[in-house]
């Protein structure tokens, strides 16, 4: 249980040009979606929360007009990365926060943790 | 402001010798402290959720611990496969637009066991 997927795993792409990430909880429904990014060798900074049928809240620093969020259902959010540039070139990572109180399968869980996509990573020429 | 610090940065054991990570941290009221192992390239794979001081939780060769300021994460008689970045979060209570259910990361522990 608790498996959230990640696509695409990895994508290239040229200056100015747009990317879809797509991330889907498969066995569990997710009230909120967060979205992640990673330098190499550094921790994951929270970019923004997002909730099943309501605007994303973004962290301070993001641009939400380049990183559009869409939470259209309770297992799907979107990542889009707008006219992307060299310096958007990092290790995307969407986590998944349970609506109910147990997952299948994974024993003792509860709603509160957050469970990772495998990542995307996107370089951008 | 919260803050979370792990150390150390980064710890090579030897196959077979039992260490412990730290993570300490600051918090305007604790909801929950996680364990993630991460591994290169890939996201975060979810180990446990401490909720109150003294509360301990046990995964095969790993044991977490928390009290009011740290949390440990034990790792006994450890093999080369749990070679990994660990991560610790922390939630706080507060409910903060976005805040309530956001995680602050710290910086991890990359560990090397070497056979």
């Known amino acids: 249980g608790a498996v959230v997927s990640q696509h695409p795993s990895w994508v290239i792409c040229k200056s100015g040009t747009s990317v879809k990430i797509e991330c889907r909880s498969l066995?569990?429904?997710?009230?909120?979606m967060f979205w992640y990014r990673q330098f190499p060798k550094q921790s994951l900074m929270l970019m923004a929360t997002?909730?099943?049928?309501?605007?994303?809240?973004?962290e301070q620093g993001v641009e939400k007009d380049k990183f559009l969020i869409n939470h259209a259902s309770l297992t799907l959010s979107t990542l889009t990365v707008t006219s992307a540039h060299p310096e958007d070139s990092s290790f995307y990572i969407c986590?998944?926060?349970?609506?109910?109180?147990?997952?299948?399968?994974?024993?003792?869980?509860?709603?509160?943790?957050?469970?990772f996509g495998p990542g995307t990573r996107l370089t951008v020429l | 402001e919260d803050q979370v610090t792990q150390s150390p940065e980064a710890l090579r054991l030897q196959e077979g010798e039992s260490s412990s990570l730290n993570c300490s941290y600051t918090?305007?009221?604790?909801?929950?402290l996680f364990w993630y192992r991460q591994d290169p390239g890939k996201g975060p794979e979810f180990l446990f959720t401490?909720?109150?001081a003294g509360e301990e939780k046990e995964k095969e060769r790993l044991k977490a611990t928390l009290t009011k300021k740290e949390s440990f994460l034990h790792i006994t008689a450890p093999k080369p496969e749990d070679s990994a970045t660990y991560l610790c979060?922390?939630?706080?209570?507060?409910?903060?637009?976005?805040?309530?259910?956001?995680?602050?990361f710290g910086a991890g522990t990359r560990l090397a066991v070497h056979p």
């Open positions: 066995d569990f429904q997710a009230t909120t």
């Open positions: 986590s998944a926060r349970a609506l109910v109180d147990r997952i299948p399968g994974l024993a003792g869980a509860l709603y509160n943790e957050q469970f």
């Open positions: 979060a922390v939630q706080a209570h507060r409910s903060i637009s976005g805040g309530y259910n956001k995680l602050i």
């Open positions: 401490l909720y109150s």
């Open positions: 997002s909730n099943e049928g309501s605007k994303a809240t973004y």
């Open positions: 918090v305007s009221g604790l909801r929950g």
